[in-house]
């Protein structure tokens, strides 16, 4: 994708009416819509996420929050999320974001409400194979998400690697995801040619966030060798991802001594609670290995500006002479 220097802007988040080629990640509990206002007002792509227990009701509460925003704004939603509650896909095509993201699942009929809609449509890949099936199936925008990323997903490729197979085999804008929270990692994958970043740990801590403070400290304080991918939270809490889908967290009391295995009662007992009480030395929390960037309580306008000055200055600057 072509940049102009001086905004790292490309071609796709010129075409959106972006100003900076950065998505934040539609993640549950964390990217409500003060998250993604401030996202967008800062010049990104602001998403609101839909969490494994979302509701209609829930989304639509979020987006109140967008309030007279007129900046362009997204939404992301879970496959099997709208199939157990297909009112919350109604919800988000009645909103009409600028672009509408549906993951985990292989259902693409979602792909021609969406554009009926105006919507530009978007999912997340882990493979080539998947990326064309996308493509074949009317989806005008891939996010190649790399094992490195938080949260569920297919921990299968890491980023750079599934970006340029993904790059090599399809026509249409491709995001990058996955360990995506410092500008140098930013100026990687746009040099490898994506399209724009869709981020998500280094937004999980911000101000805006819907992520309680002490998860957001949690994460500050935590490197990349903190994190692991388990479906042990989701076995313990009865959502059904299914099982090509764990999530990647941060490690914990919890994952320690339950990871692999099936929580009883008392387990899942203490999980909730610990969860009500905001203790995360049991209760989950998504990261990506990009963590180690992370600063808790920043405002997202600053998390785009820190990340596009330095990597604007790396897309400048040749690397050095061996």
Not at 78 to 102: E, F, Y
Not at 123 to 149: C, F, I, M, N, W
Not at 241 to 267: C, K, Q
Request: charged share 15%; hydrophobic share 50%.
């Amino acid at each position: 994708m072509a940049r102009d220097m001086d905004t790292i802007s490309t071609r796709w988040s010129s075409a959106m009416g972006l100003d900076v080629p950065i998505v934040n990640a539609p993640m549950g509990g964390a990217a409500g819509g003060a998250l993604a206002a401030a996202v967008s007002n800062a010049g990104g792509l602001g998403l609101i996420g839909n969490g494994s227990s979302s509701s209609a009701a829930s989304l639509a509460a979020q987006l109140e929050i967008l309030g007279t925003l007129n900046r362009p704004f997204g939404i992301g939603l879970i496959d099997w999320v709208i199939g157990k509650d297909p009112q919350i896909l109604d919800t988000a095509l009645n909103a009409r974001p600028a672009l509408l993201s549906v993951s985990f699942g292989a259902d693409y009929d979602w792909v021609a409400r969406a554009h009926d809609a105006g919507c530009v449509t978007a999912t997340q890949v882990a493979d080539v194979d998947s990326a064309l099936r996308a493509v074949d199936a009317g989806v005008e925008v891939l996010v190649a998400r790399g094992a490195e990323a938080g949260g569920h997903g297919t921990p299968a490729v890491a980023t750079l690697p599934l970006l340029s197979a993904v790059l090599d085999r399809v026509p249409v804008p491709v995001l990058a995801a996955g360990g995506i929270a410092s500008g140098r990692a930013l100026a990687a994958v746009l040099a490898a040619g994506a399209a724009g970043a869709w981020i998500g740990t280094a937004f999980a801590a911000c101000a805006e966030s819907l992520l309680p403070a002490k998860a957001g400290e949690a994460l500050a304080a935590a490197t990349a060798a903190d994190t692991l991918n388990t479906r042990v939270f989701d076995a313990a809490l009865g959502y059904p991802w299914p099982a090509r889908f764990p999530e990647r967290v941060l490690r914990n009391d919890f994952t320690d001594a339950w990871d692999g295995r099936t929580p009883d009662d008392h387990a899942r007992a203490q999980l909730r609670a610990a969860i009500a009480a905001d203790d995360y030395r049991i209760a989950p929390v998504n990261a990506g290995q990009g963590v180690d960037d992370v600063t808790a309580g920043e405002p997202a306008a600053a998390v785009i500006a820190r990340l596009c000055a330095d990597a604007r200055a790396r897309l400048a600057t040749p690397p050095p002479a061996s």
